[in-house]
Every structure is written in structure tokens, then in C-alpha cells.
């Protein structure tokens, strides 16, 4: 287990990355890379399994208390427990104002996310090889695969609770791999301002519901929320694991086809965009076109510094 000041240490480590977590095109595992903890979290994740968590359980019975602590310990719990509480107070803090903003000033809001999103992938295709054939193929697999669905999913898949649970899976890679976001992943499929603002209603309705004023948006949200995390466990058992099987086995090529998903991910800003103008029977004005761009601009600076800050480590450096 781990001390207080420790704890403390590591909560606050958590809550940066989930301040980048919460907005698409930075990545929590580049802050997790650049705070020192990234090995830890990767060995904490992927320690996660069936086996370990049947010995916790197992721990209910007085005898086998023994083997559900060494379990946890496994586990390294204390971490975990320590990382994960950070990174969701500083979701759930930065998403209700990501929510406001969505909806007072969209342009503007996705015109830092497209910056956010063009500088992450200039910055990291600049550590990645094309040099081979193959990984050209892949580059072009991944940009296809990103812009297609980037143009698709906003409109078309909508946001039944199947979907929430495949998104939630999905999403979890983002704790794998430093360059690549959980929230840009989101943005891609669709269901970014879907589960910023139910995320928001459902502590709005939490904070409701201790208070005595009713439980309706609780239970309006509490389904999506739920499916979604159910989503995010079944990932840590598949999805995060089958990409680091993908890294261990072709680790080029895998690191060339996961950047080549952020470039193609450039429409999605976009098309919400659009989408944003559309419902409101406007269209693009001279006027937005200057906002989307400044604002794009002052992203892709806050992603150049965060670069330097880290020393210039990328997704390439980890082996």
C-alpha cells in the first residue's frame, strides 16, 4: 500500500491527466509520460485480470483474506485507486465547463479542439517511420478509417446504450499509449458532447438527489454513465490488451496506424461544427472562419509547449 504524502503525490498526477483527458487531442498518457508515472499505470492496467479479481473476491471468505491482499497488492490498489480519483475529479470538473462552452460557443470550442488535434499529430508524426510500403498502407488504412467515421458517426450511430458501452471501451486505450486521447476517440465516434453533457446532468442530478430536490435526472443519466464505465472495464481486458499485444508484436506499424487515426480525426471538430450551424439554421461567416482559426492557433500552441515541456518525448520513445 502506499503512504498519504504518496497518495497525494500521485492524485495530483492523476488529476493533470484527466484535465488532458477531458479535452480531445492531448493525451492523459503523455501527462502520465511526462509526471513519471507511465510505467506504473501501464503495469497497473494491464495486472488487471479475471484471475486477480476472482482472488479479491475470494477474500470475502476469512481464509483466503491472505491471497486477496497480495492480490491487491498485485494490483497496486493504493495507485490505482489513488491516479483513477484525480483523473475523475478532473474530468468531471473540466467537462462541465467543455458542456457550457459546447453550447454558448461551439465555433470556438472546436476550433481549440481541431488545434489541439493538428498539433498532436504534426508533433507525433515527426517520431514515427513511414519507411516502409507497408506502414505507408497502414498510414493510409488508419487516416481512412478516422476521417470516414469522423464524418459518419456524428449522424449516424447515435447514442443508444450499446453504442455508449463500445465508445467506453474504446476510449480506455487512451490510458495505453502517450499521443492518442480518450476524448478525441470520443469526438471521432460521435459521442463526445453526448457524454460531456450527460456526464454534467448526472452530477447535477447526484448533487439533487443528496440534497432532497429529487432523483430524475439521476436516473435519466445513471444508465448511460454506468453502461459507459461497464464499457471502459471490458476494454481494460480487451482493447488495452490487445493493443499492447499489437506494440509488443508490431510496434511500428501500430504507433504509425494510431497517429494516422488522429490526422484523419482533423474532420471531426468540423463536421460537429456543421452540425452545431446546421440546428441553429446558420452557416459559416467570415467571422467564424477568423474565430475557428485564432482559437485553432492558441491549441496548437498549448500542445507545442506541453511538447517542450515533455522534452520532446513521444509515443516512438516507449519500448
Do not use: K
Given at each position: 500500500?502506499?503512504?498519504?504524502?504518496?497518495?497525494?503525490?500521485?492524485?495530483?498526477?492523476?488529476?493533470?491527466?484527466?484535465?488532458?483527458?477531458?479535452?480531445?487531442?492531448?493525451?492523459?498518457?503523455?501527462?502520465?509520460?511526462?509526471?513519471?508515472?507511465y510505467e506504473r499505470l501501464i503495469a497497473a492496467i494491464t495486472a488487471v485480470e479475471p484471475s486477480r479479481l476472482r482472488r479479491i473476491l475470494a477474500g470475502l471468505d476469512s481464509a483466503n483474506r491472505a491471497d486477496a491482499v497480495d492480490a491487491l497488492r498485485e494490483l497496486d490498489v493504493g495507485f490505482l485507486l489513488a491516479v483513477g480519483a484525480g483523473i475523475l475529479t478532473a474530468v468531471v470538473t473540466i467537462l462541465r465547463v467543455v458542456s457550457v462552452l459546447l453550447d454558448v460557443a461551439p465555433v470556438g470550442t472546436y476550433g481549440f479542439f481541431f488545434?489541439?488535434?493538428?498539433?498532436?499529430?504534426?508533433?507525433?508524426?515527426?517520431?514515427?517511420?513511414?519507411?516502409?510500403?507497408?506502414r505507408k498502407i497502414v498510414a493510409a488504412a488508419g487516416v481512412f478509417l478516422a476521417f470516414s467515421l469522423s464524418g459518419y458517426a456524428p449522424t449516424a450511430i447515435g447514442t443508444s446504450l450499446p453504442i455508449v458501452f463500445v465508445a467506453g471501451a474504446i476510449a480506455v486505450t487512451a490510458m495505453v499509449l502517450p499521443g492518442v486521447s480518450g476524448s478525441l476517440l470520443l469526438l471521432m465516434l460521435g459521442q463526445y458532447d453526448y457524454m460531456s453533457t450527460t456526464l454534467s446532468t448526472f452530477t447535477?442530478?447526484?448533487?439533487?438527489?443528496?440534497?432532497?430536490?429529487?432523483?430524475?435526472?439521476?436516473?435519466?443519466?445513471?444508465?448511460?454513465?454506468?453502461?459507459?464505465?461497464?464499457?471502459?472495464?471490458?476494454?481494460?481486458?480487451?482493447?488495452?490488451?490487445?493493443?499492447?499485444?499489437?506494440l509488443?508484436?508490431?510496434?511500428k506499424a501500430t504507433l504509425v496506424f494510431l497517429v494516422s487515426l488522429i490526422v484523419?480525426?482533423?474532420?471531426?471538430?468540423?463536421?460537429?461544427?456543421?452540425?452545431?450551424?446546421?440546428?441553429?439554421?446558420?452557416?459559416?461567416?467570415?467571422?467564424?472562419?477568423?474565430?475557428?482559426?485564432?482559437v485553432a492557433i492558441f491549441g496548437a500552441a498549448v500542445v507545442v509547449g506541453i511538447d517542450r515541456l515533455a522534452g520532446g518525448v513521444g509515443v516512438g520513445d516507449q519500448s
Open positions: 500500500m502506499i503512504t498519504l504524502r504518496a497518495f497525494v503525490g500521485i492524485y495530483l498526477r492523476g488529476l493533470c491527466m484527466g484535465a488532458a483527458d477531458a479535452v480531445p487531442g492531448v493525451s492523459g498518457g503523455t501527462i502520465a509520460l511526462i509526471t513519471g508515472i488545434g489541439l488535434i493538428g498539433a498532436s499529430a504534426a508533433v507525433l508524426y515527426s517520431e514515427v517511420s513511414l519507411a516502409t510500403r507497408g447535477d442530478g447526484l448533487i439533487a438527489a443528496v440534497r432532497g430536490n429529487g432523483t430524475v435526472a439521476l436516473r435519466e443519466t445513471a444508465p448511460s454513465i454506468v453502461v459507459f464505465l461497464l464499457g471502459g472495464i471490458v476494454g481494460l481486458f480487451t482493447v488495452a490488451h490487445a493493443v499492447q499485444w499489437a509488443a508484436h508490431y510496434r484523419g480525426a482533423l474532420r471531426a471538430p468540423v463536421v460537429q461544427i456543421g452540425i452545431e450551424l446546421t440546428e441553429a439554421g446558420r452557416g459559416w461567416t467570415p467571422e467564424l472562419i477568423g474565430l475557428f482559426v485564432a
